[in-house]
């Protein structure tokens, strides 16, 4: 049962251009939603969030974007530079519930 | 400031063997504590979790156990590894009322 879905196993981006990565979820229960950023063989790290009573929050590079009525986020890096290449978890909670998609492999090209 | 650890980094363990990770917390009282798994296409699989000493919260059946002994000591064990526990095991906290988690180093299990 997959309540947070990550459609892109991949993206390939070049650097200096916008890197935009999809999240759906279909729990409605949750409201809290979080971008966590991994390199191999560590922990993942928390990179940014937004409540449901936001649309937008913005830090430096990345701008998270919540869509409810469709129950979509996305995560939007520019300009994308070769050390943003990393896998991205998009995460979605709710009380102590919270869901992880399964990733996406971001590749920022020099 | 608050910081986890997990121990240890990778572990090669024969099918049958016990299993012992561990992880703490430090800089803060009474956090929640995780245990997760990140498996090939699936993600980051929620194990167990748990609000407090003693009180665990098993999200699937398994041939895994977690418990808490001390307030901010997590460990995850297993009486007889199979091959399929292997995998990547992430540690993580969060405050009490708390909505981000913050996970470890990560621990490498290979069940040979």
């Known amino acids: 049962d997959q309540q947070v879905k990550q459609n892109s196993p991949s993206l390939s981006v070049q650097e200096g251009r916008i890197s935009i990565l999809n999240c759906d979820y279909t729990?409605?229960?949750?409201?809290?939603f979080l971008w966590y950023k991994k390199y191999p063989a560590e922990g993942p790290t928390f990179l940014i969030s937004?409540?449901?009573?936001?649309d937008k929050n913005e830090d430096g590079r990345f701008t998270v974007f919540l869509n409810k009525s469709a129950k979509h986020l996305s995560l939007h890096i520019v300009p994308s530079q070769p050390g943003d290449s990393a896998v991205y978890f998009c995460?979605?909670?709710?009380?102590?519930?919270?869901?992880f998609g399964a990733g996406t492999r971001l590749t920022v090209k020099p | 400031s608050q910081t986890i650890h997990q121990w240890p980094a990778t572990l090669v363990q024969p099918v049958g063997s016990p299993l012992s990770l561990e992880c703490t917390v430090e800089?803060?009282?009474?956090?929640?504590l995780y245990w997760y798994r990140q498996a090939a296409g699936r993600g980051l699989q929620l194990l167990f979790y748990?609000?407090?000493?003693?009180?665990i919260s098993s999200e699937v059946p398994q041939n895994l156990s977690a418990s808490r002994p001390q307030d901010r000591q997590f460990i995850l064990s297993s009486k007889k590894l199979l091959l399929s526990d292997s995998g990547f095991y992430l540690c993580?906290?969060?405050?009490?009322?708390?909505?981000?988690?913050?996970f470890g180093e990560g621990s490498w299990l290979t069940v040979v």
């Open positions: 995460a979605a909670s709710g009380g102590n519930d919270m869901r």
């Open positions: 748990s609000v407090g000493i003693g009180q």
């Open positions: 993580a906290w969060s405050f009490t009322s708390g909505n981000t988690i913050y």
């Open positions: 937004i409540s449901s009573i936001k």
């Open positions: 800089g803060t009282s009474n956090p929640n």
């Open positions: 729990n409605s229960m949750f409201d809290y």
